[in-house]
Structure formats: C-alpha cells, structure tokens
C-alpha cells in the first residue's frame, strides 16, 4: 500500500530564516505530488505541483520554491520566511495521468508558525 | 476561474437529524471530490464522483453529482457526534501535463451536538 510522510510536523522560525519541508511517498512509482497550505480556519491553495523528476509549476508567486530531485520526494524551500507563511503545509500524491481516479491522498502535515 | 463555493460555511445540527452540504462550481468539470478534514489533522478521501448522477455512499453519508446544475451534495444522514469535521470539496481543473490540479471550496465546519 502506498503511505505518503512529511516532516517535520511542527516548526517554529523566525522571520527571515530559511525554510525545508520534506515529503516523501512510498508504495508507488512516478506520483504526481502537490503542495498544498491551509490558513489558519480557511480552505487550501495550491502552491506546487510536479508530474516527474525536476518538473515543477508554481500555481502562486510568492517566496517559496520547491523541488523534485527523487521520483518520490517533494521539498518545499524559502530563503527568507514571512509571517503571512504560516500555515499548515500539506503535501499530497496522485497516480500519473491515465491511471486510477487522480484522487489527490494528503500526507499528515506541517504546522510552520513564523514569528 | 474555476470557482467553488460550499454553503454553508458552518452548521450546527442535533444527533439524529438530516442535513445537506452544497456544493456549486463556476466551470465544467467532471470530476468531484469530498474530503473530511478532523480538527488539527490532514485530509481524508471520502468520494470521487466521475460522472452525472453519480452517487456514492458510505454509511451516514450519501454525496451526489449534477455536471449539468455544476453542483454536488453531501447528505448527512441521522447525524451522529462522530461526524463533527470540515469538509471540503474539490473540483478537477485539468492542469500541465494531465496533472490533476484541484480547486478546493472553503470548508464546512459540521457540529453534531448530542
């Protein structure tokens, strides 16, 4: 079966610091994988996506990145952290295109609160 | 724009009653999701709805699909405290390279008080 990890759960920084969070899947080959962050109380913004190994697009601009270097690992990066980037990051997988019913499966999360 | 707006946004419903989540989308789609989402967790799957009329259940929950009125519901059946979440639904916006892009509404915040 397939199971999707990220980490760290909780992360605490200050403004201006840099940012890693990692996502890995594990039971499946060529995901798709997505990032996502949730507002405190609110709904969930695409940030990333990726279809393959170094193929990335950014849905928001913002001062985040991310990266694909494993077929089955997703990092999200930022130089310089904001307090809007607080959030709860989630990171989710999918089949490649033409198999299953790309229902999007989330990983348990980050909390990252800037101060 | 693909838009999607859940209504409502909170409610609060007794054990034992019937209630139902609406779901509207701006553009054609036709692939829906629902999601539960428990206070401080990550996000559940509960139904993929692929085409019109589709309908799914799994126990006190019943969820629908009208492609033509660009709207789904999630039927609450004799609501029971375990049911208390947000739930989300989700909207395939086909995306760069067949990626399944989705477009998430806000969330209903569902209390089932006893």
């Known amino acids: 079966s397939q199971t999707i990890h990220q980490w760290p759960a909780t992360l605490v920084q200050p403004v201006g610091s840099p940012l890693s969070l990692e996502c890995t899947v594990e039971?499946?080959?060529?995901?798709?994988l997505y990032w996502y962050r949730q507002a405190a109380g609110r709904g969930l913004q695409l940030l990333f996506y990726s279809v393959g190994i170094g193929q990335i697009s950014s849905e928001v601009p913002q001062n985040l990145s991310a990266s694909r270097p494993q077929d089955r690992q997703f990092i999200l990066s930022s130089k310089k952290l904001l307090l809007s980037d607080s959030g709860f990051y989630l990171c989710?997988?999918?089949?490649?295109?033409?198999?299953?019913?790309?229902?999007?499966?989330f990983g348990p999360g980050t909390r990252l609160t800037v101060l | 724009e693909l838009k999607v707006e859940q209504n409502p946004l909170f409610l609060s419903m007794q054990e034992g009653k019937n209630y139902t989540i609406y779901c509207n989308y701006s553009?054609?789609?036709?692939?829906l999701y629902w999601y539960r989402q428990d206070p401080g967790k990550s996000l559940e799957s509960l139904f993929v709805l692929l085409s019109n009329g589709a309908v799914k259940q799994e126990g006190r929950l019943m969820a629908s699909l009208d492609t033509k009125a660009r709207l789904s519901t999630l039927h609450i059946t004799a609501a029971v405290h375990d049911l208390s979440a947000t739930y989300f639904c989700?909207?395939?916006?086909?995306?760069?390279?067949?990626?399944?892009?989705?477009?998430f509404g806000k969330g209903t915040k569902l209390t089932v008080n006893p």
């Open positions: 989700a909207v395939d916006k086909r995306g760069w390279g067949g990626s399944e892009k989705l477009v």
């Open positions: 039971g499946t080959s060529n995901p798709n």
């Open positions: 989710a997988w999918s089949y490649g295109t033409g198999m299953g019913t790309d229902t999007q499966y």
């Open positions: 553009t054609t789609s036709d692939r």
